[in-house]
């Protein structure tokens, strides 16, 4: 198998996570080599001297794109769970991994915040919805088990699913 990396950008509460989380089951059923970068949980490993405020958010996003870009190039499949709100973020990562896949889990603002039972004003004023990502899911609209499949027909139609041998999640 090539390496690529499957990117999911979102607001927060979004689906990124959840539905790489159920992606990752399908891979495994294929034997599909991967390795799973969840932004909440790589943030304490990767960028344990970064402040939460968002321009030190930024530069842990270039260090996740970094990380993906290693795993890629070693011919495992990378899926990334991050909101990085800024365009420029993702087409540093775009740009750096050749083979690049963004998955979009396009959800409002307000379903975001009810699912989180918080307010997301500061992330929504500096989010920019990406202007050609490669594939847009409805996380409002579509269950978590179509947006899987979603990704999967994308997946096989691009010849990207091949199989391998399975890997850990971070």
């Given at each position: 198998m090539v390496g690529y990396t499957i990117w999911f950008t979102g607001l927060p509460s979004s689906g990124?996570?959840?539905?790489?989380?159920?992606?990752?089951?399908?891979?495994?059923?294929?034997?599909?080599?991967?390795?799973?970068?969840?932004?909440?949980?790589?943030?304490?490993?990767?960028?344990?001297?970064?402040?939460?405020?968002?321009y030190e958010y930024y530069r842990h996003v270039v260090r996740m794109a970094n990380v993906s870009y290693l795993i890629s190039t070693n011919d495992i499949l990378s899926i990334v769970c991050s909101v990085s709100p800024k365009r420029?973020?993702?087409k540093y990562a775009r740009q750096l991994i050749k083979n690049f896949v963004e998955v979009y889990t396009k959800c409002p603002k307000e379903v975001c915040?009810?699912?989180?039972?918080?307010?997301?004003?500061?992330?929504?004023g500096y989010y920019e919805n990406p202007l050609r990502p490669n594939v847009v899911l409805d996380t409002q609209k579509d269950?978590?088990?179509?947006?899987?499949?979603v990704v999967i027909?994308?997946?096989?139609?691009?010849?990207?699913?091949?199989?391998?041998?399975?890997c850990q999640s971070i």
């Open positions: 990124k996570t959840t539905i790489a989380n159920e992606l990752v089951k399908e891979l495994k059923k294929r034997n599909i080599s991967y390795v799973l970068l969840d932004d909440t949980k790589i943030r304490k490993i990767l960028s344990p001297d970064l402040r939460d405020i968002k420029v973020l993702r915040e009810m699912r989180a039972k918080q307010n997301f004003n500061g992330y929504h269950t978590i088990t179509h947006n899987v499949q027909k994308y997946l096989e139609k691009e010849k990207i699913l091949n199989g391998g041998k399975e």
